[in-house]
């Protein structure tokens, strides 16, 4: 092994929980833990010295999901300033008569037309004027707009008009995104013929950016300092290749842990058609079509957006599903969850049970190491008294267990493939209780806990 890759430090940072793979005397091992039990700072300084870091991680997403980004300025074609609000998808699934979206992440008072139109064969009907640019760049730092995001119509055929209006403002130091520069359009055609998938790209992008380079800046620090040099941070991406974090768009990281976890798929199993990849960890179930070629489009909660997405599911049952009181007083897990803060009851934080809980209390959850770790012993009462509240039946606990395998069995059951690998920290406790299931499926498992850092050592090895 060349001396330059035992300089290296595998990171997988997700919301809560942190994976790490690290060369101790000279051997490579792999340790996780929840980020809020002990800093990282702490676990990095038992590593040898290291000058690469290679980070795949979930902060793009975690702060779409919890709105931590900062309202954009969004430059688009006049007339069509309402559009993107206007194709906000409802959230229910069903019929109501009390609609609800998702919030923006524009404000409209940042939302600002410009005057020029590009037809759909590429030609300019009309050129961009400069003096209105300057007046707009003017309002722009008035409102202590950093961020700007640039939609035009058919700029993915003739970006001309975009380009202009970026470089202008770039030159002024603002922090620009082009519709034409950061979305997937070598795709399907159907993919990105709409100029909303194209423009949430751009919006996203410039929405992120402030909060994922403050956080970035952060690690890095970090990282060097306990390097006691300055580190070189790179950030998969959906590519399966690494770019440096200053320099990515952030939504181009969003699946690069699915794209890892894919590919470990293909490259351990068998190339079989007939194989599903079941991915059981402690902050998602995820569910991957192995040898599906080709890609599908991310379906947001804001709508289609223009980014490749490998083909996986996030399983309806998932860890820290939250267990409600059904109108006939029977318990059932929902699509709500918990994630982990405040977490499952038996960590002592919730006041509602999960489906982990469940777990918990029929004896499985103290056979994974990274969340033994965690549980708080006096809860176990806790919850047995939250559950007996909500059905009046002792056993319920063992129920909501019942009812979480077989929701995942039955989502692995509507896939005509016949064999199911498992890995990940849960699979060794929940493969036999799918076993316990009538199904025609073949549960196995691929024991590691581990497989989107072994695949990404095995990318920088590449």
């Not at 941070?233 to 969003?254: H, M």
């Not at 994630?339 to 103290?366: A, I, N, R």
Request: proline share 5%; charged share 20%; hydrophobic share 40%.
């Amino acid at each position: 092994m060349q001396e330059e890759m035992k300089k290296a430090l595998l990171l997988k940072m997700n919301e809560s929980f942190v994976e790490m793979g690290s060369f101790q005397q000279e051997k490579l091992k792999y340790e996780s833990w929840f980020s809020t039990s002990t800093p990282l700072k702490n676990k990095i300084e038992k590593s040898d010295s290291f000058q690469n870091v290679f980070l795949v991680t979930k902060l793009a997403q975690t702060i779409m999901q919890k709105s931590l980004g900062v309202s954009p300025a969004f430059l688009v074609t006049n007339g069509f300033e309402n559009w993107l609000d206007m194709n906000i998808p409802v959230s229910e699934d069903f019929f109501t008569v009390h609609v609800s979206k998702p919030k923006s992440p524009i404000s409209k008072d940042y939302i600002f037309a410009i005057n020029e139109r590009t037809q759909a064969d590429g030609q300019i009907l009309k050129q961009v004027d400069l003096d209105e640019l300057d007046f707009l760049a003017s309002k722009l730092m008035l409102n202590n707009i950093q961020n700007v995001a640039i939609g035009f119509l058919h700029s993915k055929t003739n970006p001309e008009n975009e380009k202009i209006v970026g470089n202008f403002l770039k030159e002024r130091g603002f922090h620009v995104y082009c519709s034409h520069e950061c979305a997937h359009t070598d795709l399907d055609k159907n993919f990105v013929d709409s100029e909303k998938q194209r423009w949430w790209v751009a919006v996203l992008n410039a929405y992120i950016q402030p909060t994922w380079s403050e956080e970035m800046t952060l690690l890095e620090n970090t990282l060097s300092e306990v390097a006691n040099d300055k580190v070189n941070l790179k950030v998969a991406n959906n590519n399966g290749l690494f770019d440096s974090w200053s320099t990515v768009f952030p939504l181009e990281t969003i699946f690069a842990q699915e794209y890892l976890t894919l590919n470990y798929f293909k490259n351990q199993l068998p190339s079989k058609s007939k194989i599903l990849g079941l991915y059981l960890g402690i902050e998602k179930f995820q569910l991957f079509e192995v040898f599906q070629e080709g890609h599908q489009m991310w379906r947001s909660e804001l709508g289609p957006v223009a980014i490749r997405q490998p083909y996986f599911l996030d399983l309806f049952i998932q860890p820290t599903s939250i267990v409600e009181e059904g109108f006939w007083n029977n318990p059932y897990l929902s699509q709500k969850t918990s994630g982990y803060e405040p977490g499952p009851m038996c960590f002592g934080k919730s006041v509602k049970p999960t489906f982990l809980d469940s777990l918990y209390l029929e004896g499985h959850l103290q056979k994974v190491p990274e969340i033994n770790a965690q549980l708080v012993e006096k809860s176990m009462k806790r919850i047995s008294d939250t559950f007996f509240t909500y059905s009046k039946n002792s056993f319920s606990a063992e129920l909501i267990l019942k009812l979480g395998i077989q929701g995942i069995v039955s989502e692995v059951n509507k896939y005509p493939n016949n064999i199911v690998y498992c890995v990940g920290p849960l699979a060794p406790v929940l493969l036999p209780l799918f076993k316990n299931v009538a199904s025609q499926k073949q549960f196995r498992i691929k024991d590691t806990d581990n497989c989107v850092l072994e695949e990404l050592w095995l990318e920088v090895q590449r």
